[in-house]
């Protein structure tokens, strides 16, 4: 059972990539067959050692992990029932509380989901005949948005509230002025961080029984404590209030200098691969100023409780949600040429709500987001990394047990985001709201850093990029502004060595691999070697190999066995036969799976030309 698991995961993973997707269903497959992935040499080589991995090697070592986590006391603590629909009487890994939480409301959310864009759907149709204006639906997102904040936070969800109130104010006195509101809204955001983190001492003050006193202790406890603790939701609304000040700021910055404002002109996009007119066409949603009215403290409030975002993201700016909801000409004109229509038709011109047409778009992307949660909960029946992590087993295993068991991770780890983000996004749409998609690439499909971070949680990489990559002088000053990103983001997730050292990794990492590539471009140029010759593809697969390791080795050191937990795994792989020859068998691996990945790359760019004629205007 388990080795036919993994040979169907493996191969739908890649399915789960939209551009990939979209490709190969508007052309029958036909890409595959044209290209080099039915050639001699995978066919024989690389397809066979793949096959031998997932069906036989792997499953072994899953069998192995499971009978390790189940003679454990501590392990099975962290097991428990699954969905019996999908697992049976099978026990799942219940190690990972951020999915377990989520796992155990996800059916629940899915009806309030459903329910709460009908009823606002129902409102626009019978009240304002399909056409309302920007204020209404930002006042409908803000009523529900504030009814899930108190379901979830309860009181606690005054404390949101509060840093949304902070960051306007001080937006409110410090906008257009070119030191003073960056420089306040990045202390705001140093605050916030510093609030918000259990092990530092600020976050134990931020307590109703501190605040008011001992007779309003009971909002901190029991019912009045919603479902779980508003720190936990700080991270997104920080980025949402980060976005608004930010934008609020260029905006009264651009009404100053107008010179400073980069224009957005609807006709550039036309011919340009769908993707392209994708990214052009959010692009301008969120770099568009909106009217300086608009940013204003109800409107803040509503892009940073925007319920269908609220939990996991998406993360969407606020002149992006601002345009969502019909404010600036950005929108009105996106909408008459085009209505969002490539490559996924989603929106109909004028109409707020989605229309009938594109049902069946979004009920496709359910299905498949529904498939991400099949796997992932068959999945964490047949193996338990999480639990085995929490329970500290994987220290003493031998490396090709600790290797098999950081693939499991990922794998799992990669599946849970991916149901996370797609089913907020999922939301989103029914909204009419169509944010960047999260999780554009699989993680078995991404072989440099920086098309791994491009592609994972990819809408906060285009946040970062806006809001600290190009401030801090973009692509000119590219070795010096990754380090500022990835610093940022090591402390936004949680402020703690492990990860502050994997932020230092992969900044450190990202600009070797710039270097690498640089170098590697002039040295093709000077033997006169193209990209599809065989040779360069050889050394750009070994090149790719080095950095999945990279890769595997860096999260495992954030999200996995931590600094010390990868440095004596290092260490036994180096020093003992059993570890260098699981080191070479891994090599090989990965030599022929990146093959694979090259290949996918390859028809995704040859292809381009297929989704740029599916570009039309609607009428």
């Not at 290209?35 to 792997?58: G, Q, R």
């Not at 901190?220 to 949402?240: C, I, P, Q, T």
């Not at 008459?336 to 989605?354: I, R, S, T």
């Not at 849970?416 to 998609?437: S, Y």
Request: aromatic fraction near 18%.
């Amino acid at each position: 059972m388990f080795n036919l698991y993994v040979f169907v995961y493996f191969v739908t993973s890649f399915l789960f990539q939209e551009k990939l997707w979209f490709i190969l269903v508007t052309n029958d497959f036909m890409p595959i067959t044209h290209s080099e992935l039915l050639d001699l040499d995978y066919l024989l080589v690389y397809y066979p050692v793949i096959t031998y991995v997932a069906c036989w090697w792997l499953p072994t070592k899953a069998g192995q992990l499971k009978e390790l986590c189940m003679t454990s006391r501590r392990c099975r603590h962290f097991l428990g029932s699954g969905n019996r629909l999908i697992v049976g009487t099978d026990l799942v890994d219940k190690g990972d509380p951020q999915w377990t939480s989520f796992r155990s409301a996800i059916f629940i959310l899915f009806l309030f989901a459903v329910a709460s864009t009908l009823l606002k759907n129902k409102l626009i149709n019978k009240y304002f005949n399909n056409r309302v204006q920007p204020s209404v639906k930002v006042y409908l997102n803000l009523a529900i948005g504030i009814v899930f904040l108190f379901y979830i936070h309860g009181a606690g969800a005054m404390f949101p509230l509060f840093f949304s109130l902070l960051f306007h104010t001080a937006s409110h006195f410090t906008a257009g002025l070119e030191t003073v509101a960056p420089a306040t809204t990045w202390f705001l955001a140093g605050l916030t961080i510093f609030a918000k983190e259990p092990h530092w001492p600020v976050r134990k003050f931020l307590k109703f029984g501190f605040l008011f006193g001992s007779k309003f202790s009971f909002l901190d406890k029991g019912v009045f404590a919603g479902e779980y603790s508003w720190h936990l939701s700080m991270n997104l609304v920080l980025l949402r209030l980060i976005s608004y000040s930010m934008d609020r700021h260029w905006a009264a910055l651009h009404l100053k200098k107008p010179f400073l404002q980069k224009k957005v002109v609807v006709g550039e996009e036309e011919g340009k691969p769908s993707e392209v007119v994708v990214d052009y066409l959010y692009k301008g949603r969120v770099e568009q100023d909106l009217p300086f009215e608009s940013y204003t403290l109800v409107n803040c409030v509503s892009h940073a409780m925007y319920a269908p975002l609220f939990l996991a993201g998406p993360t969407i700016p606020f002149n992006a949600y601002m345009s969502y909801c019909g404010h600036g000409d950005i929108d009105r004109l996106f909408r008459k040429d085009y209505g969002d229509a490539a490559p996924n038709v989603y929106h109909q011109p004028y109409l707020e709500h989605v229309h009938g047409k594109a049902w069946l778009d979004i009920i496709l992307y359910w299905f498949r987001t529904f498939v991400g949660f099949w796997f992932l909960e068959r999945g964490s029946s047949l193996v338990y990394p999480f639990a085995l992590h929490r329970a500290n087993l994987l220290t003493s295993a031998s490396p090709a047990m600790q290797g098999a068991a950081v693939w499991f991770t990922l794998c799992l780890m990669w599946l849970k985001f991916l149901v996370l983000w797609r089913f907020a996004r999922g939301w989103a749409l029914m909204d009419g709201v169509d944010v960047t998609e999260n999780m554009a690439k699989a993680w078995t499909n991404n072989y440099t850093i920086s098309g791994f971070w491009k592609g994972w949680h990819a809408s906060f990489n285009k946040w970062l990029v806006r809001y600290i990559y190009v401030p801090l002088g973009g692509t000119g000053n590219k070795n010096i502004a990754v380090w500022f990103v990835f610093g940022f983001v090591a402390i936004w997730h949680d402020a703690e060595a492990k990860l502050i050292a994997w932020g230092a990794m992969n900044a450190g990492f990202f600009v070797l691999e710039h270097f690498v590539s640089s170098r590697w471009v002039k040295v093709m140029e000077k033997v006169g070697w193209e990209d599809d010759d065989w040779i360069a593809r050889q050394f750009r697969v070994l090149g790719g190999a080095t950095f999945v390791f990279v890769l595997m080795a860096v999260n495992s050191v954030g999200y996995g066995i931590g600094i010390s937990g990868v440095s004596r795994g290092v260490t036994e792989i180096l020093f003992t036969n059993e570890g260098l020859w699981f080191a070479s068998g891994s090599y090989v691996l990965l030599f022929c799976v990146v093959q694979v990945m090259v290949q996918t790359d390859k028809i995704e760019k040859s292809y381009d030309w297929v989704t740029a004629n599916s570009v039309k205007h609607v009428d």
